[in-house]
């Protein structure tokens, strides 16, 4: 059992794969060990702290004793009212207002439907008519910026109950559009 394996090569010692593995687990152990006595905690070697005292009194200042007479008449001349000179109060209080108030015209944002866009009145008043016969409870209405004429119908709050108005216009208007605008309310 003791017997080594005979190397090819001529005086060349191959120990047995078992004698390998027992010197791999004693290196382990060893460096176990050492790393455990790297990590145990030593003694310190300092002196002992004295309690430190000193005396500040020198450095401190010196106040001033108060009487408590004077502390009356101060008290006396604190209760006396003194009436303002420039009050400013109402004038704040009515800006506060106005602010809390808002502004006086508000905007409303909502949809209309472009129907007609032309330069020609004649045609713009043919256009608001059509509309007038399919949707009699609609109010169109023919409105003139330079150059052009239009004519809108509605204002709709809801995107969704334009679209649906649109759809029915799109028919006999194949060019109506729906235009987003703000309603200036007083």
């Known amino acids: 059992m003791g017997e080594s394996i005979v190397s090819p090569y001529k005086n060349i010692y191959m120990p047995r794969i078992s ?10 152990i060893i460096i176990a060990f050492l ?23 020198d450095f401190r200042p010196t106040l001033p004793s108060f009487d408590t007479n004077l502390q009356e008449e101060s008290e006396e001349q604190l209760i006396r009212y003194v009436p303002p000179r420039n009050d400013i109060t109402r004038r704040i209080n009515y800006f506060l207002d106005t602010l809390a108030s808002g502004p006086s015209e508000k905007i409303l944002e909502v949809f209309t439907i472009q129907v007609y866009s032309g330069t020609k009145r004649e045609e713009g008043n043919q256009a608001r008519q059509k509309v007038y016969q399919l949707m009699p409870d609609s109010n169109p209405q023919l409105v003139y910026t330079s150059p052009f004429y239009r004519v809108k119908v509605g204002n709709y709050i809801d995107r969704i109950e334009a679209n649906q ?3 029915a216009l799109k028919k006999e208007f194949p060019g109506a559009l729906l235009v987003p605008e703000r309603l200036i309310i007083h």
């Open 19 to 28: 004698e390998c593995r027992h010197f791999r687990i004693s290196g382990l």
């Open 35 to 57: 790393f455990t006595l790297g990590c145990v905690p030593r003694a310190s070697k300092t002196a002992k702290v004295t309690e430190y005292s000193e005396d500040l009194s």
């Open 165 to 167: 108005h649109l759809t």
